[in-house]
């Protein structure tokens, strides 16, 4: 598609839901046309709260990519099916149309909320699970620290909101969608490529060796994908 402005490069965070762990991305995409990063909200939102929220801070006048990054993924098909931004596409960093691991999340979600904080700020847990020992040493400092800033409420409406994406959605649409798969993805199966395909008319995908934290720790690499992908949106 053909624009006579480039499109805003748009970051949705994780789960997280701050923003900071794009850090280690940020180094590599200077050369980008303008990007913004977003951060949520530090209390229990649900998802149309979210993606409103999203709205609210970007100009309606002007293409917008979104680069959607695992829970973000949920907000940014909110955004699409809302209609009220001009999305010259959606990137998708470990992306899923619904829930991921559906029998971990029904775990989590009838667990106290400390206890939910607790297993993924928790510095051996999240290497073992998660495999952030893959991360550079002070990406893994910012993780953790990024994490044990989260209220604990914060996390378990987080949580819902995966258990209640129970289906993908069911439209159709004309919007490119781009998605980097990791092979070594401990939450997001296969079966994510296929749901998110069906949605849309033609699926830009990458596959990488990795972990679910694939853009902390290959940021360059990263960075690589959203350039290839803008330049296939709009040439």
């Not at 998660?130 to 994490?147: G, R, W």
């Not at 069906?198 to 290959?218: M, V, Y």
């Amino acid at each position: 598609m053909k624009n006579e402005q480039p499109p805003l490069i748009v970051l949705l965070p994780g789960l997280d839901g701050t923003g900071r762990l794009f850090e280690p991305l940020l180094a590599y995409i200077g050369d980008l046309p303008q990007h913004q990063v977003i951060s949520y909200k530090n209390i229990p939102q649900n998802l149309n709260d979210l993606a409103g929220d999203v709205e609210a801070r970007l100009d309606k006048n002007r293409p917008v990519l979104l680069v959607a990054e695992s829970f973000s993924s949920l907000v940014a098909l909110r955004l699409l099916e809302r209609g009220n931004l001009q999305l010259a596409g959606i990137l998708f960093f470990a992306g899923f149309a619904r829930a991921p691991c559906p029998l971990l999340i029904n775990v989590a979600r009838f667990a106290p909320s400390f206890l939910i904080k607790f297993f993924a700020s928790n510095r051996l847990l999240a290497k073992l699970f998660f495999l952030t020992n893959k991360m550079p040493l002070d990406v893994f400092d910012l993780y953790v620290d990024v994490v044990r800033g989260i209220p604990a409420d914060v996390f378990k409406i987080r949580l819902q909101i995966l258990h209640q994406a129970k289906k993908p959605p069911s439209f159709k649409t004309r919007v490119p969608f781009g998605l980097l798969r990791v092979k070594n993805d401990l939450l997001v199966s296969k079966r994510a490529t296929d749901e998110l395909s069906a949605l849309c008319d033609d699926l830009f995908l990458r596959e990488a060796d990795g972990t679910h934290f694939f853009i902390q720790t290959r940021p360059e690499q990263s960075a690589g994908i959203i350039r290839e992908f803008l330049q296939k949106i709009t040439d």
